[in-house]
Nanobody
Framework: QLQLVESGGGLVQPGGSLRLSCAASGFSLDYYAIGWFRQAPGKEREGVSCISRSDGLTYYADSVKGRFAISRDNAKNTVYLQMNSLKPEDTAVYYC??????????????????WGQGTQVTVSS
């Protein structure tokens, strides 16, 4: 079964950190650009970050730049989103998505071939 599975979400206090993982099952992420998205209650889904396939170029939304870092470990077939200095406004369901044979041109990856099921991140004291 071809799928993406996110993990690592949870409840964290403001200023804290979390690392999200996006693991691929049934296919290799080597050929895919990977994007992270989030959707807060009552809001539209928005792009957060994107990492290109072979050159590893990364892009970030202004709202997370300097706090979040996307990376990939092709040997583990996993992409990560390290989130530091978390704020209450970062609370959302976070999703990863994959697009084959693509290089990111911005932080919002479009035309995706696969989506994960999402992981909840709650930032609250």
């Amino acid at each position: 079964q071809l799928q993406l599975v996110e993990s690592g979400g949870g409840l964290v206090q403001p200023g804290g950190s979390l690392r999200l993982s996006c693991a691929a099952s049934g296919f290799s992420l080597d050929y895919y650009a990977i994007g992270w998205f989030r959707q807060a209650p009552g809001k539209e889904r928005e792009g957060v970050s994107c990492i290109s396939r072979s050159d590893g170029l990364t892009y970030y939304a202004d709202s997370v730049k300097g706090r979040f870092a996307i990376s990939r470990d092709n040997a583990k077939n996993t992409v990560y989103l390290q989130m530091n200095s978390l704020k209450p406004e970062d609370t959302a369901v976070y999703y990863c998505a994959a697009r084959k044979y693509y290089y990111c041109s911005g932080y919002a990856l479009g035309g995706n071939d696969y989506w994960g099921q999402g992981t909840q991140v709650t930032v609250s004291s």
